[in-house]
């Protein structure tokens, strides 16, 4: 008896071990594990130093809608710029949503005055359902140079949400895929 229940013990340890150690596997390693839902995979990491790396690995350049070509940026985004959406914000703006879902995400790549080399990078990340007045539901990042030595980086900052309220939850660039 004693030792059936051993068995079971050590089985139903073997099992729950098994599905956790799946668990672990099959978080997307790029993605963020913290934000389910539509296109968990593509949505960036929300940590400063993973999201750096992330952005330079490049991937989101093969999943998300991209603007067709590098053109100057009307805001105080460095020169020449490409922006990126991840497939959440697409499919909200596809369903026509002025308040995107949680996951939504844009990359826009900074090329100040060339058009060939990605110099810097400005992300938005919508973060938590409700945006708030001041932008406390969107990530913001922003680097110059392609490090994190001087990166811009935080929830609903000023620098970043005073100009950026006045777009559709907080995106301002007219592209739409
Ligand atoms: C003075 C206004 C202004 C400020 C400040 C500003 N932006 Fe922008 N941003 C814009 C405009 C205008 C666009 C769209 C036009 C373009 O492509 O430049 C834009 C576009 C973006 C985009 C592409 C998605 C979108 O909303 O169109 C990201 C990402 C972005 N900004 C991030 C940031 C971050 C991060 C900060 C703070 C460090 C910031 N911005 C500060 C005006 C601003």
Redesign the pocket.
Known sequence: MKRKIVTCVCLIVFVVGCSWMADLLSVPIQGSPEIKGRGEQDIPPIKKKQLLRWLKAGNYRETYSAESEVHE?????GGN?R?YYNSVLVGDLNDSKTIFSKGAA???ELYFEGKEDVIGY???IKVRKNSGNSGQGWL???SFDGTNKDA?FGRG?S??A???SV?VD????S?RP
Not at 73 to 77: A, D, F
Not at 170 to 173: A, K, M, P, T, V
């Open positions: 940026s009307t805001g105080p985004h710029v922006t844009m990359v826009k400005a992300v938005m913001f990042y922003e811009i900052l620098e970043c005073d100009c950026h777009g907080f995106l301002r660039s592209f």
